[in-house]
Each structure stands twice: as C-alpha cells, then as structure tokens.
C-alpha cells in the first residue's frame, strides 16, 4: 500500500503502514498557510478511515524546519480584521483536532524550528522526537499575539503550567535540552539518525495490535475533556473488544509459538 497525494505546499503519503504528512514548505521554513493546514486536515480524515494506515507521521521538509510557525508574512492579507482572524483560527484548530482525534499514533519527528502554531501541531501528536539542534518556542508576546485558553491547556498539560509561563512569558527559543527536561519532546537523536530512528518506532508500532492501539488512543483523548463530557463507555467497549478479537488470539499464540503476531485489526 503505497500512495502519494501532493498539494503546493503539502504532501500525504502513504507508505508501509504509515500515512506520512509532509509540509513543504521549505522556502519560508514550513510555515504554515490556511492551504496547508486544509491539506493536512483532510490527509488526517483519510488516514483515519484507511485500515492498511496504522500510524501517522508528521514532519517538515528539509532541514531547517519542522514548522516554523504560521506564514506571518500572509497575516496582513488574511488576518486583518476580526471575522479573517476567526476564520484563520476555525481553519487550524479544525486540522489540529483531526490530528488530536486521529485514532492512530501519531508521531512529530521534528528537525529545526518548531515554533508557534509549528509547536501547536507537534503537541497535538502523541509522541515528538526530535533531532539535536531543534528549536522550539512560542513567539507570541513579541507579535503581539493573543492565545486562548484551550491552546494553553494543552500545552500545560504536557510542560506543566510553570514551563508553559516561561514558554510565553520570554517568547525565546528553548534548545532540545531544555525541551526534553521540561518534557516537551520524548526523545532527542543524532540529526543524522532521526529518520531512521522514526522509521523504525513508527513500524514497531504499525506491527501492534491496531485494536489495541485504538482502545489506548481513544482513552487518551477521553482523559483530556471534562470529566462531565467523557464517553467512558466507549472506552470500556473498545477495551472488551480488544478481548474478543481474532487478533488477541493471534497475539496468544504467537507468543507461545514465540513468533512475530500477524495481526489483522478484527
């Protein structure tokens, strides 16, 4: 299963059991234009549908950047009165959403700049593992910019609310060190050996029980509403049908025949 679609600006791709998102974008350092954020909205509706797609990476081109933030030099012509602000802000929480609602794993690889609306789509992926050298901030004090409170939360939730105060208080760049102690990120590679450290956790992962991993994605996103709006229930569900898969039985038997499992997602 081996697919390609490509925009201007964005590409999915579809390779081995990982559905790829690709924003290229290298000229302004992948950042990130309403065009793009719609590419990789509906890469992430597709991708949640396909079986034959079990995790989900996400990265820029070159390396430069994973995301450098939104394309700034853009914001005067689409973020100039209140009603284009809304509509800019409508259209990437709509793509963020798909990725934090995506039922695969999903993985940030990220080389370079990470940075503003670049940090908020790596927070919205499962794991970030990042190359050394990486920066990451949140520029918004030096443009100006307002955030709301869910965008902070979800930050916060990861960093903490103290790290979160420091991230928007100075606007600076914090460096790879400092992104993995304050538990930002959840690995840092070698430049030269973060594809194929990515490559490789991204099949390890694909040959999992993809039942398992969708009982184990839903419950994360549950975990982060309001405990009023958990739908524990289908949790429970995803659970029990994890028990009465044809996969568990494969998953049994492979273990005492002490083989790989095949598993097929039933």
């Given at each position: 299963m081996n697919s390609t679609s490509t925009t201007e600006k964005l590409i999915a791709r579809k390779q081995n059991g990982i559905g790829w998102v690709i924003f290229n974008h290298p000229e302004r350092r992948n950042a990130m234009?309403?065009?793009?954020?719609?590419?990789?909205?509906?890469?992430?509706?597709?991708?949640?549908?396909?079986?034959?797609?079990?995790?989900?990476?996400?990265?820029?081109?070159?390396?430069?950047?994973?995301?450098?933030?939104?394309?700034i030099s853009k914001f005067a012509q689409n973020r100039s009165t209140p009603e284009q602000v809304r509509a800019s802000d409508e259209r990437s929480e709509a793509a963020n959403r798909a990725l934090r609602e995506c039922?695969?794993?999903?993985?940030?690889?990220?080389?370079?700049y990470c940075?503003?609306?670049?940090?908020?789509?790596?927070?919205?992926?499962?794991?970030?593992?990042?190359?050394?050298?990486s920066r990451f901030?949140?520029?918004?004090?030096?443009?100006?910019?307002?955030?709301?409170?869910?965008?902070?939360?979800?930050?916060?939730?990861?960093?903490?609310?103290?790290?979160?105060?420091e991230i928007?208080?100075?606007?600076r760049q914090f460096s790879t060190e400092e992104a993995l102690a304050m538990g930002l990120v959840n690995r840092v590679l070698p430049a030269g050996e973060l594809e194929q450290y990515v490559m490789d956790y991204a099949t390890t992962m694909a040959g999992n029980a993809p039942l398992t991993l969708a009982a184990v994605k839903r419950c994360l996103i549950e975990m982060r509403k309001d405990p009023v709006d958990r739908d524990l229930e289908l949790c429970q569900s995803m659970v029990e049908a994890c028990f009465a898969s044809v996969d568990f039985t494969e998953g049994r038997t492979a273990f005492m025949e002490k083989r790989k499992p095949a598993f097929q997602g039933r």
């Open positions: 234009t309403p065009e793009m954020y719609d590419g990789m909205r509906a890469a992430l509706e597709d991708y949640a549908t396909d079986p034959d797609v079990r995790v989900v990476v996400l990265r820029g081109e070159g390396d430069k950047a994973f995301v450098s933030g939104a394309d039922p695969k794993p999903t993985i940030a690889m990220i080389r370079g940075m503003g609306g670049g940090l908020g789509v790596a927070i919205s992926c499962d794991l970030r593992i990042a190359a050394e050298g901030g949140v520029p918004a004090a030096k443009l100006g910019v307002g955030y709301k409170y869910s965008a902070l939360k979800r930050l916060s939730d990861i960093v903490g609310p103290s790290f979160t105060a928007f208080y100075t606007g």
